[in-house]
């Protein structure tokens, strides 16, 4: 141990003086951090008396031994308790202590002075380990002191500090630990009906955030990750409830929760009732027996939860059903039974989702097709064109039991070559259509209208009436065949027709006839349209518009080739099979969640209820000793102070009698010199 003192400069007649302690291990020099520290002091030069308002804190006594000792006793600030003075938990008063005067003695060769000092229990604040446990300090030092100088020529101090620990047998008032579990995490997307897999990391962190004497606040944070960091949201939680901290049972008013948080400090070969996030109720947690791991005894404790109901959740896009979740798990806990510590872990379980009937569209349609073809219109040149047609729900409605969507379709056509917008095939046109059939409802939408709005979830081998837009009336959709197209398995369905309408594109109702056929490619479970293509024509015949005769001459007026761009064919094939596969859940109990899980490390887990089982038996109700600190000052600085103490005494011997005798002698040749004069 080693003091370095400063002098840094004076203020207003007071010396700043700065102590740096270094501590290191002899031999190895590694710094001890405990006994090292920086103090600033303020003196009266003369006195070394503590001056108030100068230095890091406002001390009494003195620094260290005046000038020209007394055999008396002095009063000496003890740097030992400046951060307990610092925090409140001591006086100035009682942070200086009384060196008494105990006699002569020599030391390094020279007469000394003996004064001995020394504090007894003083509270000094809490144990940083834990909060409630206090400390207390006892200190004694015997110094040996120049009586000239004040010089201390040798010293010797003992140092003990003490904790007085509570009760262990309940919840550390200051815990702050976690428990990580590792192992496989399976998850059903419920976007792609697939099942994703995982390496998990659960990480179960348990922290007092406010300890009273009634009850404790705690933070209870699950954080999942899988093998690259990401988090796993459905195994994610955070709660902050009151538990008793001896039971370990949740406090009712002040939480939600029941059962207990964790086993209890001294464990019985009885049963627990746990509370399980996986369940969000206490489940009852048997005692199964006993076993060692590493030669630590444990009991065994197994929680089962069979097929338990946990909630309703619900399903994007259906507002009117709901999918059911049990729960089925075993989790089974290896404690050390004297501190109910949970030493290993095993946690297996399964969340089922129990599916509505999902055969309807659902309330969040939003989708956008992209088409494009060949466009004739009377008059004028044959142009490529593009065509997007966004289709979404904007609103719900009900009639009796029947929901009906209301279906906001709107279509822009575009020349490809310029990208002028062809208004003649552009429009919006708003359809009421029967969410379960895909039906028109005549009484919604912009228009009556009746068919099919599209094609049914689960369509049939047979001929439909279905809406069609280019002629604002139902057109026959007849079943042709199954055929693969496009890697997905599909009926292909056909309107093929030729009638005479009224059509008021150009400004005027005309007599036309309209001819089209139209091929779709539908996904039969889904009723997804996987593609199309679509040729259509209209066609006036001018002796009918003037005469009411039909002639032989048939002016065409509109010619119209259609059909889904390969993006789009790709798109939807790839929706239509994801869709497929979701609607394979309707109606049905599938696996949602699957964990394997087991403690990360059993050897420190055991390793840690272990320790924790030693600390209980050695620490609870006793008083520790924490620090026994007893250091003395080597030969070596005995015998440099004594030195030291001897020049001093001769620089004050000089200053104080030599010096003043010269000047004597000086004053007095002078005077007699003035006198012959």
């Known amino acids: 141990i080693q003091r370095h003192i400063t002098a840094l400069r004076e203020e207003d007649g007071v010396l700043i003086l700065r102590e740096d302690i270094e501590a290191t291990v002899k031999g190895t020099g590694e710094k001890i951090?405990?006994?090292?520290?920086?103090?600033?002091?303020?003196?009266?030069?003369?006195?070394?008396e503590n001056v108030a308002g100068y230095g890091d804190l406002d001390r009494i006594g003195k620094w260290v031994f005046p000038i020209g000792i007394s055999k008396k006793d002095y009063l000496?600030?003890?740097?030992?308790?400046?951060?307990?003075?610092?925090?409140?938990?001591?006086?100035p008063e009682e942070?200086?202590?009384?060196?008494?005067?105990?006699?002569e003695e020599k030391r390094g060769g020279m007469k000394t002075y003996k004064f001995f000092g020394g504090q007894e229990n003083v509270f000094i604040g809490y144990f940083p380990e834990l909060p409630e446990a206090p400390m207390y300090y006892s200190g004694e030092l015997t110094a040996w002191v120049d009586p000239v100088t004040g010089t201390i020529v040798d010293l010797q101090k003992h140092v003990s500090q003490y904790v007085e620990f509570p009760d262990l047998h309940k919840l550390p008032s200051n815990l702050n630990m976690s428990a990580v579990l590792v192992g496989k995490v399976t998850i059903l997307n419920t976007t792609s009906a697939q099942y994703e897999t995982y390496n998990a990391t659960v990480s179960n962190n348990v922290a007092v955030e406010n300890a009273t004497d009634d009850y404790y606040l705690v933070r209870t944070t699950t954080i999942a990750e899988d093998e690259h960091g990401h988090t796993i949201p459905e195994l994610c939680s955070s709660s902050l409830d009151a538990v008793n901290p001896y039971t370990m049972e949740y406090v009712a008013m002040l939480s939600d929760k029941v059962g207990r948080l964790t086993f209890p400090v001294g464990v019985k070969k009885e049963d627990y009732w746990l509370w399980d996030d996986n369940v969000g109720d206490a489940v009852r947690t048997q005692y199964a027996g006993e076993t060692e791991i590493m030669g630590l005894p444990l009991y065994i404790y197994t929680a089962e939860v069979e097929h338990r109901y946990l909630y309703s959740e619900e399903i994007p896009g259906f507002s009117d059903r709901k999918a059911d979740v049990y729960y089925t798990g075993i989790t089974t806990y290896y404690v050390e039974p004297s501190t109910g510590s949970i030493a290993y872990v095993e946690k297996g379980g399964t969340a089922t989702t129990i599916f509505p009937n999902l055969h309807s569209i659902p309330e969040d349609t939003s989708e956008m097709l992209h088409l494009e073809g060949e466009l004739s219109l009377i008059s004028q040149p044959s142009r490529d064109i593009r065509m997007?047609?966004?289709?979404?729900v904007e609103n719900v409605y009900w009639e009796g039991d029947k929901k009906v969507l209301l279906i906001k379709d709107d279509t822009v056509a575009y020349d490809r070559n310029t990208g002028e917008v062809i208004d003649l095939a552009s429009g919006v046109q708003y359809h009421g259509v029967y969410a379960d059939t895909a039906m028109e409802a005549p009484n919604y939408g912009d228009m009556a209208r009746s068919g099919l709005f599209t094609f049914p979830v689960g369509v049939e081998k047979r001929t439909y009436e279905m809406w069609n837009t280019e002629i604002d009336a139902p057109s026959p959709v007849e079943f042709i065949r199954e055929e693969d197209h496009n890697g997905v398995h599909t009926y292909l369905f056909e309107t093929r027709e030729s009638r005479m309408i009224t059509y008021e594109g150009l400004g005027?109702?005309?007599?036309?006839?309209?001819?089209t056929d139209t091929k779709y490619w539908v996904e039969p479970t889904t009723g997804s349209l996987v593609d199309m293509y679509k040729e259509s024509s209209m066609k006036l015949n001018p002796l009918s518009l003037v005469t009411g005769v039909p002639g032989l001459i048939w002016i065409p007026i509109m010619d119209l080739t259609l059909q889904f761009t390969p993006e789009m064919q790709e798109a939807a094939a790839e929706a239509a099979l994801t869709t497929m596969q979701l609607l394979a859940l309707s109606g049905k109990e599938v696996p949602a969640l699957q964990v394997n899980l087991t403690s990360s490390d059993i050897i420190e887990g055991v390793k840690g209820a272990e320790q924790t089982k030693r600390q209980i038996a050695a620490l609870s109700g006793n008083r520790v000793?924490?620090?026994?600190l007893t250091y003395w000052m080597t030969d070596r600085s005995v015998d440099e102070m004594a030195a030291t103490a001897k020049e001093t005494a001769f620089l004050l011997l000089f200053m104080q009698i030599i010096i003043p005798a010269f000047l004597i002698v000086v004053g007095l040749i002078m005077i007699a010199l003035w006198s012959r004069r």
């Open 76 to 91: 000496v600030w003890n740097q030992d308790l400046d951060d307990a003075c610092k925090h409140g938990y001591v006086t």
């Open 33 to 48: 951090p405990e006994l090292c520290g920086t103090y600033i002091w303020g003196v009266d030069p003369y006195t070394v």
């Open 95 to 103: 942070a200086a202590a009384v060196g008494k005067y105990m006699g």
């Open 508 to 515: 005027m109702p005309l007599p036309v006839k309209y001819i």
């Open 388 to 392: 997007d047609r966004a289709v979404s």
């Open 625 to 628: 000793k924490v620090v026994d």
